[in-house]
């Protein structure tokens, strides 16, 4: 079982790119514990900067340090990134175009306990509302790494969810990784990447911490003699609307999943693409539009049925419903 966390592997990355390249900085909100940053507070403290419990500030500094030439990247709990400091980050990165990096630790319902003042499940959708704002919910380690790879060598602004536990491992250190692309996934053996095949009964589109439940989800399902392809749409904007549109062709019922409520995110996007290009029956897994329950996350999504016994159990009452 994995037991490296995105943000663990987020920092790696960061440490070994600081090294050659002084002008990167990195600032977060009293939260270096959070995400796992206290290493790169260590080894390079001329290149990182403690802004203390306020977001604001955190993403006016980082903005302003990129306008001077830095490669910003702001680190903060993924609830207050996305709206206690959502003006900030409207102007002073949206709008203005800085070079800034935004990476939301702990996202979705990663605090479990503490409630909704401390989830970010309204995350995707407000960052993407902004025009010029990427956003991007890697799944495992090995993805995290070659996503903050990525943005590195580029200039223009995005917004990564990462979540707080190690997720289980969807892929190897050898992913074939394309930014902006989805990769879609053999639910059999999942660090196999092949295209949707002809005639699949279900195309599970999942992001983030969810995937790992599409996978096990989609290999239930065939083993039940439904066959079942899994999308992993880590790249929420830009959609990578070329996938969902090969998905909807090659399937008769297209299903997303999602750590998100169920307005603004992932169901949102991929039902605005069909809509537009190929309509097709959707079926939204996501969490509920309310209070939700407190608890460690896999608790959660047992609860409203998001772990890979409920997905496949919801996905098999869409296709029966559908069939009648």
């Known amino acids: ?8 592997a987020a920092c790696d990355v960061l440490l070994g790119a600081a090294k050659a390249d002084r002008d990167i900085i990195v600032l977060c909100s009293d939260s270096r514990g959070s995400a796992s940053l206290a290493p790169f507070a260590e080894q390079f403290p001329a290149q990182f900067i403690e802004i203390g419990i306020a977001e604001q500030n955190l993403v006016s500094v980082a903005a302003g ?11 903060s709990p993924a609830c207050f990134l996305s709206a206690r400091s959502y003006e900030q980050v409207k102007i002073d990165v949206a709008y ?4 800034v990096i935004l990476l939301g630790v702990s996202g979705g319902i990663s605090y479990g306990a503490l409630g909704m003042s401390h989830h970010s499940v309204q995350d ?4 993407a509302a902004l025009p010029g704002m990427r956003v991007y919910l890697p799944s495992d380690r090995f993805q995290t790494a070659r996503l903050m790879e990525s943005l590195l060598r580029d200039t223009a602004p995005a917004y ?15 992913i074939d990784f394309v930014l902006n692309r989805a990769n879609a996934i053999n639910a059999i053996n999942a660090n196999a990447i092949n295209a949707i095949p002809e005639g699949s009964d279900v195309a599970i589109i999942a992001c983030g911490e969810m995937v790992p439940y599409a996978v096990k989800a989609a290999a239930l399902l065939r083993y039940g003699g439904i066959h079942a392809g899994v999308i992993d749409m880590y790249c929420m904007k830009p959609l990578d609307v070329e996938a969902v549109l090969s998905a909807a062709a090659n399937s008769k019922l297209i299903v997303t999943v999602e750590e998100h409520s169920p307005f603004g995110g992932l169901s949102s996007l991929v039902a605005q693409a069909l809509s537009t290009n190929y309509p097709k029956k959707l079926l939204p897994i996501t969490l509920p539009d309310g ?8 608790e959660v999504f047992t609860r409203y049925g998001m772990d890979a016994e409920g997905i496949a159990a919801k996905t098999k009452l869409a296709i029966f419903e559908g069939g009648k």
């Open 291 to 298: 209070s939700i329950i407190p608890g460690k996350s896999h």
């Open 160 to 174: 990564v969810r990462l979540s707080r536990s190690a997720t289980e491992d969807v892929y190897d250190n050898d």
């Open 1 to 8: 079982m994995n037991k490296i966390t995105n943000r663990q």
């Open 124 to 127: 995707i959708a407000v960052m």
């Open 96 to 99: 203005a175009g800085t070079n």
């Open 65 to 75: 340090l990129a306008a001077c030439g830095k490669r910003a990247i702001a680190v």
